[in-house]
């Protein structure tokens, strides 16, 4: 009888414990875990760029390119621009010899209606100092004034530049 009683508390310690534990995870009263609520992501409003305020961005982008040889913000506004892109490859190449460039970069002056879709941009260039590649020299360009007949595009997600001519 005793072999009985030795292999029976055991058993009846296991399925006291299994009954204690399967009533408290039913318990009314047992606290939820808290989860921080997603904070809610404010929806920007869409704001309306001019022209004038879009020539301001892509001078930024083409600064922020030439610096930095990032390419992509500066070709998502001038897409189909075939000497925008002719420029943003060179950059790349430059970059990818282990070439750098720094630039002042441009400094839009002013701009003039031509039409209902090309502007002329005056526009200020500083100085920009580039190396081809690891191992070739540092090169120097002074910058100064120069005009631009740029061809901008309305689209639903605003303008886009889709072909520039320099002026001189």
């Known amino acids: ?35 921080e609520e997603p904070a809610a992501s404010p929806t920007p409003t869409p704001v309306e ?12 982008l083409d600064r922020e390119m030439q610096n ?3 390419t992509e913000e500066y070709r998502a506004i001038t897409p189909g621009c075939k000497a925008c ?9 430059i970059y990818a010899a282990g070439g750098e460039i720094v630039a002042e970069g441009k400094t839009i002056q002013g701009s003039s209606a031509l039409g209902t879709s090309q ?18 020299p540092t090169r120097s360009m002074k910058g100064g004034e120069s005009r631009y ?6 689209r639903r997600q605003g303008f886009v530049l889709t072909d520039i001519k320099e002026q001189g």
């Open 85 to 93: 892109i002719a420029y943003a490859d060179r950059v790349d190449k």
């Open 1 to 35: 009888m005793r072999r009985r009683t030795s292999t029976l508390r055991p058993l009846l310690s296991a399925g006291l414990l299994s009954l204690a534990l399967l009533l408290t995870g039913c318990a009314k009263d047992e606290p939820k875990p808290k989860f």
């Open 68 to 70: 930095t040889g990032e």
């Open 119 to 136: 502007v002329l941009v005056s526009a200020r260039i500083g100085p920009t100092q580039y190396r081809e590649s690891s191992g070739s």
């Open 149 to 154: 007949v740029v061809t901008l595009e309305k």
């Open 49 to 60: 760029e001019t022209a004038e305020e879009f020539l301001e961005r892509w001078a930024r």
